[in-house]
């Protein structure tokens, strides 16, 4: 079963650029997960989907951050215009299907913003 | 909100050294509890999940965790660690229903020494 993929891989862009994440989940699974994880911290849900419904976006900073789950399938991540504190790693989990509520996550983007 | 408290910030130890890794909980009410482990270079993993049932919950790699209710703990444990354990582990807590988003502690950088 192929997992959870995402890219980029890295990006770095400079303060007040856009960027945006792709995320394609793992086949099947209904709700989909954005992750925030700044160094030396643990992953922060931003954002979550299921099918392409929003159930919680309450931790989204709405002013500068938007996602989108097109036919609840992949999904965007985008931020505009990015500041210096959001430099960190944003994944991407998927659950449902079989694997019910365990949470299978992706490789993640590294941004890196300067 | 519910919050994830891990107390070590950083563990070294020797091979074949016993393990334990501290995780308290805030919230009062039903929980899941999860520990994840994000070894160098790869993604994050799940170790082991307790939804309900023996509060004694075993998982991969012969780690297991304890959910004491009345000290909302949810400690990880290892009888013998390898160098091979060394990584970065994250306690979580979901509350409520179990496809919600992961609350996450900081984290653990365990570090095994040969």
């Known amino acids: 079963e192929a997992g959870v993929a995402q890219s980029p891989r890295y990006k770095i862009i400079e303060k007040r650029q856009s960027v945006a994440f792709w995320c394609n989940p793992i086949s099947g699974h209904a709700t989909l997960y954005w992750y925030q994880q700044i160094l030396g911290q643990g992953p922060k849900l931003l954002i979550q989907f299921q099918n392409n419904g929003v159930v919680d976006d309450s931790q989204l900073p709405k002013d500068r951050f938007s996602a989108e789950r097109l036919k609840g399938v992949d999904s965007t991540l985008k931020i505009q215009p990015a500041k210096l504190e959001d430099s960190a790693v944003y994944l991407c989990?998927?659950?449902?299907?079989?694997?019910?509520?365990?949470?299978?996550f992706g490789p993640g983007t590294r941004l890196t913003v300067t | 909100a519910q919050s994830v408290s891990q107390h070590n910030h950083h563990v070294i130890l020797s091979e074949a050294a016993s393990l334990e890794l501290g995780c308290n909980y805030s919230?009062?009410?039903?929980?899941?509890l999860f520990w994840y482990v994000q070894y160098p270079g790869q993604h994050l993993q799940l170790l082991l999940k307790y939804f309900s049932g023996d509060p004694l919950v075993k998982g991969i790699k012969g780690f297991e965790a304890e959910f004491i209710k009345s000290k909302f703990s949810f400690n990880l444990r290892k009888p013998s660690v390898q160098w091979s354990d060394t990584a970065e582990y994250f306690c979580a807590v979901i509350s409520g229903g179990g496809a919600d988003g992961l609350t996450f502690g900081k984290g653990t950088h365990l570090i095994i020494q040969p």
């Open positions: 989990a998927s659950s449902g299907g079989a694997g019910g509520y365990e949470q299978y």
């Open positions: 919230y009062g009410g039903t929980v899941n």
